[in-house]
């Protein structure tokens, strides 16, 4: 079955990013230098088409799946030529001649060493959203509207957020509240250098975005349930210049231009507070019964003990969730991305306190009251300090 202008032109870039993992990073600079050339076309789906029917190769390989591997490859080249450096006509004829009647086993290091040097002079201008073809995809499945320029604008009002957080910051005596409210006491210089690590990660690089975990849910169902991701990738790692953020489920249904979150009055403040405690007694039964055991004692009988304890406790928790409210949450693009870059960005984690994952305006709230050395880097700490800006 021969495949669409538009699928060729994905499969093509796929390509190109598996070849970066297998043949060497500087190929990656021509998978993001394609993404970065789809972000500025008009109309990108048009542009894919046109440039997918341009590096069809027609009759050239079609009955040969042994050297499937040479045309995949071909096809990632013909992409770079045609979209970053604009061949068409007679000299991309000549390039598909040319491959189609040479030993093929020779061609393939001739056309590696062709896209290496070819992506070597790649650069991805700083400030860019990248975003990969999956996310298209999810995003047309979800009918998130005009997904490039909602990203687009979420990074550039992440950049005004970091700005004017930082301001507030640097100013010190916190008028509005707001410091106290996400970090509490938590040290004030942290907080300082790392928003200004994040300014400089937002002006200086590009951010990829990708939708790895949602496309692939047999590999990582729980990651299908979450706003986003964040990878510290090979990519990433080896300073391609393209922070990687990775979206789920949650971002396609529920990602808007501001957050919506519910707040918490002081009577749910309380059952809150009962939960957690009651979530740290699971967490120490739990961690009482692991010592019991390393100490010698009767697995079977420790284990029925725990699980009872565990499952009282479980019933409980419940009771105090369910007399808080609940309902459809939405989270702003801007913050979305902001969360996710500041793992990469400085190495923020998501602090787990007594089994409760510290999300949200509720949680992170009672974290600063309570435990405010862990707020400096806690990641949504500062997408909830930062939308104060926004
Ligand atoms: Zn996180």
């Given amino acids: 079955m021969s495949k669409s202008d538009e699928q060729r032109f994905d499969a093509a870039l796929e390509t ?32 894919k088409r046109r440039v997918g029917s341009a590096i069809s190769l027609g009759y050239h390989f079609r009955s040969s799946p042994a050297i499937a591997d040479l045309r995949d490859a071909l096809r990632a080249l013909l992409l770079l030529q045609v979209t970053r450096f604009a061949m068409s006509g007679a000299p991309l004829k000549r390039l598909k001649d040319l491959a189609s009647a040479a030993n093929p086993m020779y061609w393939r290091g001739e056309i590696l060493t062709e896209l290496k040097k070819l992506c070597g002079g790649i650069i991805v201008r700083a400030g860019r959203v990248l975003v990969d073809h999956r996310v298209h995809h999810w995003a047309g499945v979800h009918r998130f509207a005009d997904i490039n320029r909602t990203l687009s604008t979420g990074r550039e009002n992440g950049v005004k957020m970091l700005e004017a957080a930082y301001a507030y910051v640097a100013r010190g005596g916190d008028p509005n509240g707001h410091y106290v409210r996400w970090f509490g006491t938590g040290d004030a210089t942290v907080v300082r250098a790392n928003l200004q690590q994040m300014m400089d990660v937002y002006r200086t690089r590009a951010i990829g975005i990708y939708a790895d975990e949602y496309a692939k849910p047999s590999e990582a169902p729980t ?12 990519e990433a790692l080896a300073a391609t210049g393209v922070i990687r953020v990775n979206l789920g ?12 979150q ?10 809150l507070e009962r939960a957690i405690a009651l979530s740290e007694e699971r967490v120490q039964a739990n961690k009482a019964f692991f010592q019991a055991v390393q100490a010698g004692g009767d697995v079977n009988v420790l284990e029925a ?3 009872m304890r565990v499952a009282d406790l479980t019933a409980q928790i419940a009771l105090q969730d369910a007399l808080l409210p609940k309902g459809d949450e939405q989270i702003s693009v801007a913050g979305v991305l902001l969360h996710e870059v500041s793992h990469n960005a400085v190495g923020t984690t998501d602090h787990v306190v007594s089994g409760q994952a510290m999300y949200g305006p509720n949680f ?22 930062c939308e104060q800006f926004l």
Avoid at 223 to 234: E, F, I, M, P, V
Avoid at 249 to 260: D, I, L
């Fill in 305 to 307: 003990e725990r699980d």
């Fill in 262 to 271: 519910i707040v918490y009055d002081a009577e749910q403040i309380l059952y």
């Fill in 16 to 47: 190109l990013l598996s070849l970066a993992q297998r043949e060497g990073i500087v190929i990656y600079n021509g998978y993001a230098g394609v993404l970065e050339w789809l972000g500025q076309q008009a109309n990108s789906a048009a542009a």
């Fill in 249 to 260: 489920k949650h971002f396609f249904g529920g990602a808007a231009e501001h957050s919506h």
């Fill in 223 to 234: 990651l299908r349930n979450l706003w986003g991701s964040a990878t510290r990738a090979w």
């Fill in 364 to 385: 992170c709230s009672w974290l600063a009251r309570t435990n405010p050395a862990k707020t400096v880097d806690n990641a949504d700490s500062y997408r909830l300090f």
